[in-house]
């Protein structure tokens, strides 16, 4: 009798473990646009599935790594790509890249860099999605000069 129970648990222990890994999801990021204006500007959905590591940073601007102090004052282009090579970095630190980012919401202090923004993601994001994306007009940011800051959420497989 023993034996026999034996048998049995370690037959559906065996088809327990194989069904288990066959329905274990792999991890996958899709970017979608469902808007004609959107292409070309900003995904309006990333979905990911599968187990991930999540990552988020958030108000990452033009400060001095050092002291804090604002950079590039009066010069938002420069601003915005300081602050992306900021976010390149930490993301790199996390094991990830710019293609794992899944969300970025930008703060500016006046909407008229609009296409100054846009022309600065263009240039970080070259051949890679753009993600989904949040453009928000603020009155001022943390530190005296801040014209840009972004918070970006990425997600790369679990490990």
Known sequence: MFSRYAIALSTSLLI??????????????????????????FSEAAVISGPAKMIYL????????????????????????????????ALEANGATLADIVKATSYVTDVRYREEMRK?????????????????????LARPGMMFEVDVVAAIPAR
């Open 16 to 41: 327990g473990a194989s069904a288990s890994s066959a329905f274990a999801q792999q991890f996958e990021k899709k970017n979608y646009n469902y808007s004609k204006f959107a292409t070309g500007a």
């Open 58 to 89: 958030a108000g990452i601007g033009s400060e001095n790594p050092d002291d804090g102090s604002t950079m590039h004052k009066d010069n938002f282009l420069e601003q915005c790509r300081m602050a992306w090579g900021k976010v390149k970095k």
């Open 120 to 140: 600065c993601r263009q240039e970080t994001f070259q051949g890679l999605p753009l993600p989904p994306h949040t453009f928000l007009q603020v009155v001022s």
